[in-house]
């Protein structure tokens, strides 16, 4: 991976694990985000899958008033311009 002249490593702020079923089914979890996970026919299906659902939980977590950390770094903040 090529790293761009004064560019910073992030690591990511939701890190998503895979696991194999016997029946051949991907598994997606995201760890910091209890219960989200999602199961798919291939890696990539349960990757979507999961990326849906821990988004559809943050959403749910930002109205509810407890953001996360992590998610309010994903905003920038300044003053629109007249």
Do not use: C, N
């Not at 051949?24 to 990326?51: C, D, F, H, N």
């Not at 849906?52 to 930002?62: D, E, I, N």
Request: charged share 25%.
């Amino acid at each position: 991976m090529l790293k761009r002249k004064g560019a910073t490593t992030q690591q990511p702020a939701f890190s998503v694990e895979f696991d194999r079923e016997t029946d051949g089914r991907w598994i997606a979890e995201v760890a910091k985000l209890p219960g989200v996970m999602a199961y798919g026919a291939s890696k990539q299906e349960a990757r979507t899958r999961v990326y849906a659902v821990a988004l559809r939980t943050l959403a749910t977590r930002v109205e509810d008033g407890s953001t996360p950390v992590s998610v309010s770094r994903l905003f920038g903040y300044g003053l629109a311009r007249h």
